[in-house]
């Protein structure tokens, strides 16, 4: 049996494993057209509305990845950011205005969310991943979109995760590329897998086009939208590698590093 | 032999290339290769792609056409082969 089939089954017990909240008649009318999307329908409707995703900051990639999925109808979104906007977000950070130069991040994320779809409910920690905060906060959730930017984060998100047997969207870019998998503790590899350690030469800002952002944290939604549904094929065990210098999207095979400290006594035999 | 090489991320920036068309003497390994690649293009990306011991670091990213292998992988490529040197990136 290939790994997307057995993964599929997993993604659909999660996905039936809570209990649903009915759908009202606002609520019908807001997502009519995702309601007819065949192999969603009510059930997919209802499953979003029972579900929470924890984003790990709500700048580029994030903020949309959050836009998208209160767009959608997840009924719950928990966003951890620290800090405030600077002139150097607005390139990218689109739930951002110049009007809240200087003020908290998550906060004007709150804000245009909840002006975008006041039914979800957005709540926000002006924080970055911590060891202080993230086993409580992967707790909450039942998925995870990691758009952080230093690896630090990441890796804890990933141990955490894995801990707790969340699945995990991971998405990152770098000037006109992007990346994107899904770890399911169990299923797939983790990100110590593919990274075992700090990267050399990773700096904190680098090169990157706000559309690219865009593109890559809408792609986070979608995956967190089927994982949570049990919708198509989600990247399990695959890497979705775009370049959109010339707009070539492929996915590349990944595998488990056996000897990987976060994952090897968790993955199946 | 030749075998392609492509280039991803800061890999891209470090070489100035998205690939290259390599030329191969023996059957070479992905270990092998990637130590004559950073020992080709410099210290822009020797740091990327080796470790404080001079091996393959292991955090990068290694695909033979579309199937991930290690850095330090001792699987032999074959001529026409393309492989993928990703160096790891994130969010923001």
Redesign the interface.
Known sequence: MGLNNLDMKSAKRLSNARSRRPLSAEDRATYEWQLSVAGFGEEGQRTLKSSTVLISRVGGVGGVAATQLAAAGVGRLLLAHEGNVKPSDLNRQTLMTADWLGKPRVESAARRLREFNPKVAVEVLNKNIGEDNVEDLVASADLIIDAAPLFRERFLLNREAFEQGKPMVDSAMFELEAQLTTFVPGKTPCLTCLYPGDPPGWKRQFPVFGAVASTIGSLAAMEAIKVLTGLGEPLLGRLLVADLRDMSFHTVRLHRNLHCMVCREKSDK | MKVTVRY???AR?ATGL?HEVVELDEPTTIHDLIIRLARQHGSAFR??AL?ANGCP???L?V?IG???V?SGDHRKVTSGETI?I???????
Do not use: K
């Not at chain 2, 990703?86 to 923001?92: A, M, N, R, V």
């Open positions: 991803a991320a800061q920036v998205s740091r990327f470790d670091h292991p955090s990213l695909a579309d199937d991930q290690r993928t990703i160096t790891p990136i994130s969010g923001g």
